[in-house]
């Protein structure tokens, strides 16, 4: 089964800041990757799919982008509401989440 | 409007057995695959299984190979996650998930509440 690890797994920033999570498969995946937030308490919420593709209603300042192996989820300028833990997560073979990434405050 | 809500969560002895349900509302559920995915106190999120449209094909986690079973009646727009020799480690939020469309990748847009499963040792 294909592994994915994110890196890295806490992050700290401020309101405003630029901030890139990225994620690897361990083997080929296209682009077969979504991305989502998720706050205590709450259910995850897609954010984006097909590695690049913002789903409807989310912000434009969420981005993504990669293919193959290697992908990143970048947030061009932090907003209170996006502190969360972000996952990624294949779907080219059945799925796999990678293990998180916790975006506090610094 | 999507709606999925999970029931038969509790409290069971390591080696004992639940089953959990998801019954949906608010789309064609015939026509879509659905999963389970579980979340551990204090971890990320972990798929655990998956169930075609048709009941025709499913898969599993290898952390829950050949313990759990997913099966669903479309006649009453239900899953069902059948958890035998349950772990400590078994011991999580358990979520019914759909798709985001019948031809999406398997990447989901839809989340039940969940239910609690705890396993005790």
């Known amino acids: 089964d294909t592994q994915m690890t994110q890196s890295p797994s806490t992050l700290s920033a401020s309101v405003g800041d630029r901030v890139t999570i990225t994620c690897r498969a361990s083997?080929?995946?296209?682009?077969?990757l979504a991305w989502y937030q998720h706050k205590p308490g709450k259910l995850p919420k897609l954010l984006i799919s097909?590695?690049?593709t913002l789903h409807s209603g989310v912000p434009s300042r969420f981005s993504g982008s990669g293919s193959g192996t290697d992908f990143t989820l970048t947030i061009s300028s932090l907003q209170p509401d996006d502190f969360a833990t972000y996952y990624c997560?294949?779907?080219?073979?059945?799925?796999?989440f990678g293990q998180g990434t916790k975006l506090d405050f610094k | 409007q999507v709606h999925l809500v999970e029931s038969g969560g509790g409290v069971v002895q390591a080696g004992g057995s639940l089953r959990l349900s998801c019954a949906a509302s608010g789309f064609t559920f015939k026509s879509f695959a659905m999963h389970w995915v579980r979340q551990a106190p204090g971890k990320g999120l972990e798929w655990v299984a998956l169930i075609w449209y048709d009941g025709s094909n499913t898969h599993y986690a290898d952390s829950v190979k050949g313990r759990f079973n997913v099966s669903r009646d479309n006649s009453k727009n239900t899953i069902y996650l059948q958890m035998d020799n349950l772990r400590p480690e078994d011991t999580a939020v358990y979520h019914c998930?759909?798709?985001?469309?019948?031809?999406?990748?398997?990447?989901?847009?839809?989340w039940g509440q969940g239910a609690q499963v705890n396993v005790s040792s």
């Open positions: 998930a759909r798709p985001y469309s019948m031809w999406s990748g398997y990447y989901f847009s839809d």
């Open positions: 997560q294949h779907y080219d073979n059945y799925c796999t």
């Open positions: 083997q080929y995946i296209s682009d077969n």
């Open positions: 097909k590695a690049s």
